[in-house]
């Protein structure tokens, strides 16, 4: 039994499926199933039921995981502890980011810590900010740059960006004299926005929501200046940031939104007890983002 098939199990019980695994762990799908297959017949019972759509656990299986995640916790912690003493950090550090990124200190921060502590091996994935937040919790991903509605309480955060949301639309738009628009006012024009599970998107729901107004989301798009592009060809009213609408000012004029004061915000999310990577991480982090041009 290897620790690399502790961890292949695991993580194919907290996808519920080979392939999302096989990406997690950054090997093949069939890698991932010989080596599940390789653990089955050393303890002798079957861990998943495959024959559904979605992988799920035997009894077996729900047996074996907590105590697998506690063996790959200790071996972690083996290493953390030997790192700690010799001040050498090792191991891999899995970071997850919003989808379309480009956030550049983010960037810089991990470049900084490559050079910093080359042994360490590091990952990094996209995702929704709630998929990886979820991630952070589970323990999945060390480290996350998300987009939040507010900072979640059981996490540690870095708020490195936090914005109000405004109605960007082309010159010739209908609302193009206005000021500033209510929820109501945009209720009545077709919306682009990001999608469900960013925290630009809970922020506007939200406040939606408790107004009792139902926007008609015509588009939708996982990258700021795609919905910046599909609002400038009159698709729809853009619900953004101020940054986001700022990039694109040539071509789109930016409304506050007057009933919305709730800011999105953009953060490092980490677990509280975190080892020295993730702690080294942040550091760089905290660097890069303080020395980033405004």
């Known amino acids: 039994m ?12 907290e996808e519920r499926n080979f392939t999302r695994a096989a990406e997690r762990v950054h090997i093949s799908q069939s890698g991932v199933s010989a080596q599940i297959r390789q653990l089955e017949r050393e303890l002798g019972a079957e861990l998943f039921d495959r024959s559904a759509r979605s992988v799920t656990l035997t009894v077996a299986g729900k047996a074996a995981l ?15 502890a030997v790192g700690e003493v010799t001040g050498l950090i090792r191991g891999r550090l899995t970071v997850g980011m919003v989808v ?21 091996e590091i990952a990094l994935l996209e995702d929704t900010s709630d998929r990886l937040v979820d991630g952070v919790r589970s323990g999945a991903l060390d480290l996350v740059l998300a987009g939040l509605a507010a900072a979640p309480e059981d996490l540690e955060t870095l708020t490195v960006v936090s914005e109000r949301l ?18 109501r006012e945009l209720g009545s024009h077709p919306i682009v926005c990001m999608p469900a599970g960013t925290g630009l998107r809970t922020v506007f729901d939200r406040a939606c929501a408790a107004r009792d107004v139902q926007p008609v989301i015509a588009l939708q798009a ?17 619900v953004i940031s101020e940054s986001m609408a700022a990039a694109h000012r040539d071509r789109l004029l930016a409304l506050t939104i007057a009933d919305v004061e709730s800011p999105a915000l953009l953060a490092l999310v980490w677990r509280g007890g975190h080892g020295p990577a993730v702690r080294e991480f942040v550091r760089q982090a905290r660097r ?6 405004a």
């Not at 379309?100 to 910093?116: E, K, N, Q, S």
């Open 2 to 13: 290897e620790l690399r098939q502790l961890e292949y199990f695991v993580a194919v019980a």
């Open 288 to 293: 890069a983002f303080t020395s980033a041009p």
């Open 222 to 238: 996982g990258a700021a200046d795609a919905v910046a592009d599909l609002a400038a060809r009159g698709l729809g009213v853009a």
């Open 166 to 183: 405004v109605a960007a639309v082309p010159p010739d738009h209908p609302l193009a004299t206005r000021g500033a628009v209510t929820l």
């Open 100 to 120: 379309g990124c480009t956030v550049t200190p983010l960037f810089d921060a991990l470049a900084a810590f490559h050079r910093a502590h080359p042994g360490v």
């Open 66 to 80: 907590d105590h697998a995640r506690a063996a790959l916790a200790a071996a972690g912690a083996l290493g953390q």
